[in-house]
């Protein structure tokens, strides 16, 4: 609303005909322009004016007198329009230059408000607009606090946001949007300030909330969740920016793109400062009518707030599910995908170019680069300007070459981020155990680095480096379930080899390496005998299960007779048993048919004999003496069965001769 204008006149009239020709021809003939003010004026003082003017005399008892509209209004304290008045009847509409000639040669009664109507741009017409519209103003923490406003329906939005800081005292630096409220309670966001009354549907009557944001970033009508309860997050004051999302479902994707931007200062600052809300843009075919720009900026503001633990961005997954369909619901997607979205999204938002014109690309010709490349960019910034553009967009130099007329053409495209691909090693690390020719030493576990194209002469001679062991001398095998799975030649290839195995390198003798040699290579397997007969097949024998990792033992070809392999075996395992004791062994088997006797339920006892003439003499005595074995070092086993690395003091030492 204008200012109370003075009272008395400021300036001395002119003639009556000049101030006829300067008055009544502009009211006649002036056009109305959206936008422009005429004032209202009441229909008998004009007629008074007329008539005053019409005399030719200045002294005339006729003489108007100040400005007086009393009769337009219903009351004078709050001087609202009285209704349904008509023009030319009750009032007269005179342009804002007569209107303030008018003012300085007569005056307007004290205290009076001027009564000043915008031309508004109605559908098909243009019109004064003699009624504005009225509103209800209150803030969202004080909806009981209502004040009523006028305002022009070619006033913007941001008008009204000006008049309602004004009256409610709001501090200059707080933040702050509406909502328009009607009679049905739903409330919608005036999201475009820079849109008119009209344009945005508010009318007479309604309601406009002027909500204020929190110290925390959130707005009170739509506080998120938190992780802690309200009485610690209020309370809670930690480094802004140190602050958590969390997962909705999923959403670790959308979570690592938030965080990897948040992080980004240029932009964050431009968000935390609020400049963005000067460059949203509404009308970009291209954009999202600043939402997501919006939803980006509350997710921000809450994580640089420094009073959350972590935040739910609940909100902002809701816009870009909604202007991305592909990311609706809780599905698994790519974190790059996302952010390329959120970038392009925020540039179209936010893009300082509201019309974009047709630019026309011109060739290199042979210009210098940096000529070309200051060209490029900008008739880019031509098209594409915004605080992405300014932090992320760059030139690519693209160089093509006509093969029939090697004609070479050099253009500058712009990008807005690169997707690289990830180095990739050329060698990989495998773990093996090396098992030494020295039956005193213990298997040692190397980790190797060795080519992903190699083959398993190359994990040999890895391994020759780190044990001074010739490469020639080593067998490789893959053990799974305490038995041999695959011997590995020394042309096969690395690739067959996975992570998971359990490779075991075994140090050989250099003529037991060789075919025509006079050494044959056996595998000796690990074998633990049960404490309990097993009288399910009829039989009464021992049962036994394999146990540890097994052995390659290379045995001279004239000494493999079973007195001969029984000599070898005690010495290859002399850190594990010792030679047994007759004694020994004869005071067990006396007290092992004891307690078969006792536990019997008929009585009965098979004849113990048939399980020692079926395994060789050597082997039974060994079982005897295992009690007092060292144990051995735990090996690794398969997932499928624990690998029992420790010879139990049952345990026996069963030559499977595998050539």
Request: proline share 6%.
């Amino acid at each position: 609303m204008a200012a109370t204008v003075s009272s008395a006149s400021s300036a001395e009239p002119p003639g009556l005909e000049t101030q006829r020709r300067e008055i009544e021809e502009p009211v006649r003939d002036q056009e109305l322009r959206a936008g422009e003010s005429w004032y209202l004026v009441e229909s008998r003082w004009y007629e008074q004016w007329k008539e005053y003017i019409s005399t030719g005399d200045q002294n005339s008892s006729s003489y108007p007198g100040q400005i007086d509209n009393n009769e337009l209004f219903e009351d004078l304290e709050s001087y609202r329009l009285k209704e349904r008045l008509v023009e030319n009847e009750d009032f007269v509409l005179i342009p804002a230059e007569a209107w303030h000639k008018l003012v300085a040669w007569y005056g307007v009664v004290p205290d009076q408000p001027p009564l000043e109507r915008k031309v508004v741009d109605l559908p098909s017409t243009l019109k004064v607009e003699v009624y504005p519209v009225e509103v209800f103003l209150c803030l969202h923490s004080d909806m009981d606090n209502v004040q009523s406003g006028q305002f022009s329906r070619a006033d913007t939005i941001h008008t009204i946001q000006k008049a309602m800081r004004s009256k409610f005292e709001i501090p200059g630096s707080a933040e702050t949007r509406l909502w328009m409220k009607s009679s049905d309670t739903s409330c919608e966001r005036l999201r475009n300030v820079h849109v008119s009354v009209l344009d945005s549907c508010l009318s007479s009557g309604m309601t406009v909330i002027m909500e204020m944001r929190n110290a925390d970033g959130t707005w009170p009508s739509s506080r998120p969740q938190i992780m802690r309860n309200s009485e610690d997050q209020d309370s809670y004051r930690g480094q802004p920016g140190v602050c958590g999302l969390t997962n909705l479902g999923n959403t670790c994707f959308m979570n690592s793109a938030l965080q990897c931007l948040s992080n980004t200062p240029p932009l964050t600052e431009y968000f935390l400062h609020s400049a963005y809300l000067d460059e949203l843009n509404f009308t970009n075919p291209l954009g999202m009518k600043g939402e997501i720009a919006e939803a980006y900026a509350d997710v921000v503001k809450q994580m640089w707030s420094g009073r959350h633990y972590s935040v739910v961005p609940r909100i902002f997954k809701t816009k870009v599910g909604h202007f991305a369909s592909q990311f609706l619901g809780y599905q698994q997607h790519d974190s790059q995908e996302l952010l390329s979205f959120l970038l392009d999204g925020l540039h179209e938002d936010l893009n300082r170019v509201k019309n974009k014109e047709y630019i026309e690309l011109r060739d290199a010709d042979g210009r210098p680069d940096q000529e070309v490349a200051e060209e490029a960019w900008r008739n880019h910034r031509r098209r594409n300007d915004s605080v992405i553009v300014d932090t992320f967009h760059g030139l690519f130099k693209s160089t093509l070459v006509c093969p029939e007329c090697s004609k070479v053409s050099v253009t500058f495209d712009p990008f807005c981020y690169l997707s690289v691909p990830l180095p990739v090693s050329k060698d990989r690390v495998m773990e093996v155990f090396f098992v030494s020719l020295d039956p005193a030493a213990k298997p040692v576990q190397h980790r190797l680095v060795v080519p992903k194209a190699g083959k398993v002469s190359d994990l040999c001679a890895a391994l020759s480096q780190a044990t001074d062991i010739p490469s020639n001398h080593m067998v490789v095998a893959d053990v799974f379930n305490h038995r041999f799975y695959k011997i590995y030649n020394s042309e096969e290839s690395l690739s067959c080899i996975l992570d998971r195995d359990d490779i075991f390198v075994y140090e050989l003798s250099g003529s037991s390496m060789e075919e025509d040699g006079d050494e044959v290579v056996l595998a000796l397997y690990l074998r633990e005998r049960s404490h309990y007969r097993d009288y399910g097949a009829g039989g009464g024998s021992y049962g036994t299960s394999l146990f540890g990792h097994p052995l390659l033992i290379a045995v001279p070809r004239s000494q493999c007779s079973r007195e001969a392999l029984y000599r070898t075996f005690l010495q290859r395992l002399a850190r594990y048993v010792r030679p047994p004791d007759l004694s020994e062994e004869v005071e067990e088997e006396e007290d092992e048919e004891d307690e078969l006797y006792k536990t019997q339920t008929n009585g009965l006892s098979e004849d113990e004999d048939n399980e020692d003439s079926e395994r060789p003499g050597p082997s039974t005595r060994e079982e005897a003496e295992g009690r007092s074995s060292e144990p051995e070092e735990s090996q690794p086993g398969r997932p499928t069965e624990r690998a029992d690395p420790e010879l139990r003091p049952e345990a026996a030492a069963d030559g499977e001769a595998d050539p």
